[in-house]
């Protein structure tokens, strides 16, 4: 099994509508035929210091293996969401685990 996590930082000045926008086009990744485990996700309002509320999305994927991983990779609807959103990125920290 293979986890991908992936934590966005939009840019301050990313509109509420472009936030919906980034959010639902992050929902059509769960139609990659990959993906086992799908969850997009806010900061929880968990107060700790090791807790990091900074970023705006979380992503977490599951796949089976590093190869459905990389399938997920070259998959048109990554490819898709990477063009037209990755404009919005400040920041973007992926952790992948296995």
Known sequence: ?????????????????????FRNSLQTLENIEVVKTF???VPAPI??????TTYTF????????LAAHDVYQVHPLHK????????YFEKVVIYDAE
């Open 1 to 21: 099994m293979i986890a991908h996590h992936v934590l966005f930082w939009l840019k301050a000045d990313t509109t509420d509508e472009q936030k919906v926008a």
């Open 39 to 41: 969850h997009i996700g």
């Open 47 to 52: 107060e700790r210091a090791v807790v990091d």
């Open 58 to 65: 979380s992503l977490l994927l599951l796949f089976e293996d």
């Open 80 to 87: 898709a969401f990477l063009d037209e959103f990755r404009i």
